[in-house]
T-cell receptor, first 114, second 112 residues
């Protein structure tokens, strides 16, 4: 079993839809949770970063963490064609001592259709 | 503007050749990383360095080498020992908070 599971998609939605992207994980030591957006042939860009359970909102984006279920989500409201990209979840254990390895999901490819 | 630069953007290599990928950052970050990204496999860690003159192997270091002579620079050499080097290579760095990794634009290496 992989430490982080993420459905690769592709996920196609109409413009204006609410998008829900999800990851599950098995390592209960993970405390930091991140979402990256990666456009085709580009480097990943950090979108959201959260340390605790609950919700964190930034504009049209909401990151949600449920540590009891080992489940994290990224919601995109009023999705736009410019949101079409691959979204990677990432997480790490800050108390592992020394180097904190970041573990990435495989990425979900999202297409928002005008 | 602070950021991470990688060069070249595209690189073609003949079998048996060594090639070096450049990564430079002006974020004053201590830690730097090299990842390889293949379709359907996500990001895999090749090497990382937490301070100058020190670096550690990641999960897939075989066939690769690195150096860290300056804080700003972390070049990756893909040697002829790497049997399947065609991939998208990403460099990243982090500050004191080792959890937020910032990425460069990537180098796409193709073996001819």
């Amino acid at each position: 079993q992989k430490e982080v599971e993420q459905d690769p998609g592709p996920l196609s939605v109409p413009e204006g839809a609410i998008v829900s992207l999800n990851c599950t994980y098995s390592n209960s030591a993970f405390q930091y949770f991140m979402w990256y957006r990666q456009y085709s042939r580009k480097g990943p860009e950090l979108l959201m970063y959260t340390y605790s359970s609950g919700n964190k909102e930034d504009g049209r984006f909401t990151a949600q963490v449920d540590k009891s279920s080992k489940y994290i989500s990224l919601f995109i409201r009023d999705s736009q064609p410019s949101d079409s990209a691959t979204y990677l979840c990432a997480m790490s254990d800050p108390y592992s001592g020394g180097y904190q390895k970041v573990t990435f999901g495989i990425g979900t490819k999202l297409q928002v259709i005008p | 503007d602070g950021g991470i630069t990688q060069s070249p953007k595209y690189l073609f290599r003949k079998e048996g050749q060594n090639v070096t990928l450049s990564c430079e950052q002006n974020l004053n970050h201590d830690a730097m990383y090299w990842y390889r990204q293949d379709p359907g496999q996500g990001l895999r860690l090749i090497y990382y360095s937490q301070i100058v003159n020190d670096f550690q192997k990641g999960d897939i270091a075989e066939g690769y080498s690195v150096s860290r002579e300056k804080k700003e620079s972390f070049p990756l050499t893909v040697t002829s020992a790497q049997k399947n080097p065609t991939a998208f290579y990403l460099c990243a760095s982090t500050g004191r908070d080792y959890n937020e990794q910032f990425f460069g634009p990537g180098t796409r290496l193709t073996v001819l």
